[in-house]
C-alpha cells in the first residue's frame, strides 16, 4: 500500500521558534510537495521538489523553506514561527510522469 | 503561472437537486485535471480526474466532470445530490507537460439539506 507520511499530526509552538515538519514516501517518487490549507483558501502550494536537493518555489514560499537530502524525504522549515503560519499542512507525491498525487494526512501546526 | 478559479465559494442545495460546481484554469499546455473532495473532519479524497480522451469523466459516488479546451473549464456536476455530499469541493490542474505539480482552487463548499 502507497504511503506519504508525515511524521507529526498535531503540533503547539511558540512565536519565534523553529519547527520543522517532516514527510516521508515510500513510492520512490520524483516529486515532493508541501501545501498549507486554510479556510476558503483551499491548498496553496509553498514548495515543491522534483529531484534530490532541488527545490522550486510555489505560490507562498515566504517564511518557509524546505531540505531534500534524499529522495524518500521532504522537510519543510519555518525558520521563524509566527501567528500565521497557524495551519493544515500537507505534504504530497508523485511521478514527474504520472497521473495520480498521494497525499499524507496533514500536520495542524498552531503558533502562539 | 497557473491558476485554477472556482466560481463559487458557499453552495446550498435540497436532496434531490442537481450540482454544478464551476472551475476554469489558466495555463497554455497540457494539462490533467482533478476534482478532490474533503468531508468535515477528514482528508481530500479524488473524486474524478481527466487525462485525455473522452472528456466526459465519470467519478465516484455518481459525480461527473466534463472538461470544455475551448473554455478552460472543468465544471463538476451530480444529477441530484445527497445530505452525505455536504463537503468541500477542490478542482486542481497538474501541468502534465512540465513538473506535473498540482495547483488547486480556493474551494466550494456545499452544504445539502434534507
Known amino acids: 500500500d502507497v504511503k506519504v507520511t508525515q511524521s507529526s499530526r498535531y503540533l503547539v509552538k511558540r512565536t519565534g521558534e523553529k519547527v520543522f515538519l517532516e514527510c516521508v514516501q515510500d513510492?520512490?517518487?520524483?516529486?515532493m510537495f508541501w501545501y498549507r490549507q486554510d479556510p476558503g483558501l483551499g491548498l496553496r502550494l509553498i514548495y515543491f521538489?522534483?529531484?534530490?536537493?532541488?527545490?522550486e518555489k510555489g505560490d507562498i514560499p515566504e517564511g518557509y523553506s524546505v531540505s531534500r537530502e534524499k529522495k524518500e524525504r521532504f522537510s519543510l522549515i519555518l525558520e521563524s514561527a509566527s501567528t500565521n503560519q497557524t495551519s493544515m499542512y500537507l505534504c504530497?507525491?508523485?511521478?514527474?510522469?504520472?497521473?495520480?498525487?498521494?497525499f499524507g494526512e496533514g500536520s495542524w501546526l498552531t503558533v502562539v | 503561472a497557473q491558476s485554477v478559479s472556482q466560481h463559487n465559494h458557499h453552495v446550498i442545495l435540497s436532496e434531490a437537486a442537481s450540482l454544478e460546481l464551476g472551475c476554469n484554469y489558466s495555463?497554455?499546455?497540457?494539462?490533467?485535471l482533478f476534482w478532490y473532495v474533503q468531508y468535515p473532519g477528514q482528508h481530500l479524497q479524488l473524486l474524478l480526474k481527466?487525462?485525455?480522451?473522452?472528456?466526459l469523466v465519470k467519478g465516484i459516488k455518481g459525480f461527473e466532470a466534463e472538461f470544455i479546451k475551448s473554455k478552460f473549464s472543468f465544471n463538476l456536476r451530480k444529477p441530484s445530490v445527497q445530505w452525505s455530499d455536504t463537503a468541500e469541493y477542490f478542482c486542481?490542474?497538474?501541468?502534465?507537460?512540465?513538473?506535473?505539480?498540482?495547483?488547486f482552487g480556493a474551494g466550494t463548499r456545499l452544504a445539502v439539506h434534507p
Open positions: 486542481a490542474v497538474a501541468d502534465s507537460g512540465g513538473y506535473n505539480k498540482l495547483i
Open positions: 521538489s522534483y529531484d534530490v536537493k532541488m527545490k
Open positions: 504530497a507525491s508523485n511521478r514527474v510522469r504520472g497521473n495520480t498525487i498521494y
Open positions: 481527466y487525462f485525455s480522451g473522452d472528456p
Open positions: 495555463y497554455g499546455g497540457t494539462v490533467n
Open positions: 513510492m520512490d517518487h520524483e516529486n
